[in-house]
């Protein structure tokens, strides 16, 4: 599941479909991150288990190696509140 972080928090399924999020404490974590992230993440019971940050804001990450993406994610976590967990 792609979750685009804009005005309002948009999840998206493979076929490039919206999705539902599971609750609204997750649509409020999820909004915490900086407009215009894309985190990509599996939902898993009440969670979004994330484990790629394709953009950080305006920064395009796509292009950047995966261990890199991996810590600026990691460190965005740890900003989050709520049930948002690195994989």
């Known amino acids: ?4 972080v804009k005005e309002s928090v ?6 490039g479909e919206v999705t539902e999020l599971a609750s609204r404490e997750l649509l409020d974590c999820l909004a915490e991150a900086a407009p215009g992230s894309v985190l990509d993440g ?3 019971g009440g969670e979004y ?4 940050l394709l953009q950080h804001g305006t920064q395009d990450l796509r292009t950047t190696g995966y261990l890199d993406r991996w810590l600026e994610l ?3 976590v740890d900003q ?3 049930p948002v967990r690195l994989v």
């Open 1 to 4: 599941v792609l979750v685009h």
């Open 10 to 15: 948009v999840a998206t399924n493979r076929a």
């Open 42 to 44: 599996e939902l898993v």
């Open 49 to 52: 288990h994330v484990f790629d």
């Open 74 to 76: 990691d460190a965005l």
């Open 80 to 82: 989050l509140s709520g």
